[in-house]
């Protein structure tokens, strides 16, 4: 194992979360803008049938839910700043950790950053009419204002995040409960059979779990946080399940209010359903009330990756494996604070020149690469550390992690086969981390051995 190249005695990180606050995180990160435009792909990719696509949305989130349930024993086992990447690099060593680290803050934790702040502009013209040039500074503006909230402490940074999680969703609840309730172009008792059968019915469905997979993906950014965390043994585990459990409230009961508002073939043929359901049913001014969630829904979602994402290059750098600086805790914050700087200024960089798009686009199911190898730590560790005693254990093991990493790998799987080109540059990228790795870990052994 590493030995960590910061003093004990510099500052350190406080456990001031509660469960409270990581439910938030767990909420407040997943729902980015995948709600309000998901559904429509989900119910084409199964041919409309209800049934199905109501399945998809629920098997989604089981899955998720199988490995949030796996990352709690992990999380209970080794509360530490980092989260994902204290589990790989402790059981397959610092490289892998590294990589994962590397990719997080160039590509995928920031320019899921840069991607959400932009959609922030973009939706913020619903409002305000805003040239190219306004609209990027105003997603400049958004991460400045984000990275300040989170650098002058946690606390209130969880605050923040936690009301503007909540108004997402009473806001998403209520446009459930409005949408089936006033929807009158589907009735639910009735038979809707698939327009699609055999393989392609299997494919279809296959494709539409990836979507549905994404539009979870995020709830692993909470894992980050665990040093943080006040009583992480009892909190994650439930956290990561009353989390589980709402998101999988919200999604579906969202999908079939758009379904009652237009029936499942104008959800299908719609790439901005949520507007189109809600214009549908209360009238065109409506759809400044969708514009309005999608916005607090985007903020919130960018807000909660600023406050997580620093933590791994923060324990990376302690590591003595990332830009040594970085590991510092301001003395009357008690925030990573340089790394959350590093980390918002790059993620600006990416949504004022748009290379957010080209990296993402390559780089983002890479990410499940990681999720798996975190996920298979739980062996690792049971394997090596039998006795060590464990505050929370996943149900179902050794079924419930082998699920979640089998349904990872057929994600990756899936993207590899039908997308070679785009997952060997994605690859690329990844790689372009080792001159670094090397660089770092021999200046951090020339320092030890000086």
Same mark, same amino acid.
């Given at each position: ?195 699609? %059968?055999?393989?392609? @019915?299997? !494919?279809? +469905?296959?494709? $539409?779990?990836?979507? #549905? *997979?994404? &539009? ?74 969708? %514009?309005?969630?999608? @916005?607090? !829904?985007? +903020?919130?979602? $960018?807000?909660?990756? #600023? *406050?997580? &994402? ?141």
């Amino acid at each position: 194992m590493l030995q960590q190249v910061v003093s004990r005695s510099q500052p350190q990180l406080h456990r001031i979360l509660g469960m409270r606050d990581l439910i938030f995180l767990v909420v407040g990160t997943v729902i980015g803008s995948g709600i309000f435009l998901v559904p429509g792909t989900v119910l084409r990719s199964v041919g409309n049938s209800v049934s199905l696509a109501t399945l998809v949305w629920l098997a989604g989130g089981l899955l998720s839910l199988l490995g949030a349930l796996t990352y709690g024993e992990l999380t209970a086992l080794k509360p530490q700043a980092g989260g994902l990447y204290v589990f790989i690099r402790d059981c397959f060593g610092p490289l892998p950790a590294f990589l994962f680290g590397w990719t997080l803050f160039f590509v995928i934790s920031t320019g899921s950053i840069a991607t959400l702040v932009v959609a922030f502009g973009n939706y913020l013209t619903e409002f305000v009419p805003l040239n190219t040039f306004a609209t990027k500074l105003v997603s400049v503006l958004v991460i400045l204002i984000s990275c300040t909230v989170n650098v002058r402490g946690t606390r209130g940074s969880a605050d923040l995040q936690n009301i503007a999680t909540t108004l997402k969703v009473v806001a998403i609840a209520v446009m459930a409960a409005a949408l089936l309730y006033f929807g009158k172009q589907f009735s639910f008792g009735s038979s809707e059979p698939s327009q699609i %059968a055999g393989s392609s @019915l299997a !494919s279809g +469905f296959g494709v $539409a779990m990836i979507a #549905v *997979l994404w &539009a979870y993906e995020g709830w692993q950014y909470v894992t980050y946080s665990a040093g943080e965390t006040v009583d992480p043994q009892r909190t994650f585990p439930r956290a990561f399940l009353i989390g589980s459990a709402i998101l999988m409230g919200l999604y579906v009961s969202s999908s079939l209010g758009y379904i009652a508002a237009l029936g499942p073939r104008s959800v299908a043929a719609s790439n901005r359903v949520a507007a189109t359901a809600v214009s549908a049913i209360v009238g065109p001014v409506a759809a400044k009330i969708v %514009a309005a969630a999608i @916005l607090i !829904s985007m +903020f919130s979602a $960018a807000h909660s990756i #600023v *406050l997580t &994402a620093p933590r791994v290059y923060y324990a990376m750098a302690k590591d003595g494996l990332f830009f040594e600086r970085l590991a510092h805790v301001h003395p009357r914050f008690g925030t990573p604070a340089l790394a959350i700087v590093a980390g918002s200024i790059w993620s600006a960089v990416l949504a004022l020149t748009g290379t957010f798009e080209q990296l993402l686009t390559y780089v983002v199911f890479i990410g499940w690469i990681f999720y798996a190898l975190a996920a298979a730590s739980v062996f690792a560790y049971r394997r090596r550390q039998p006795d060590l005693i464990r505050p929370y254990r996943v149900p179902g093991y050794p079924v419930t992690p082998l699920l979640f990493i089998l349904a990872a790998a057929v994600l990756v799987a899936n993207t590899i086969i039908t997308q070679p080109a785009r997952s060997a540059l994605g690859l690329g990228i990844v790689l372009v981390g080792l001159p670094a790795y090397f660089l770092w870990s021999r200046n951090r052994k020339e320092r030890y051995e000086g």
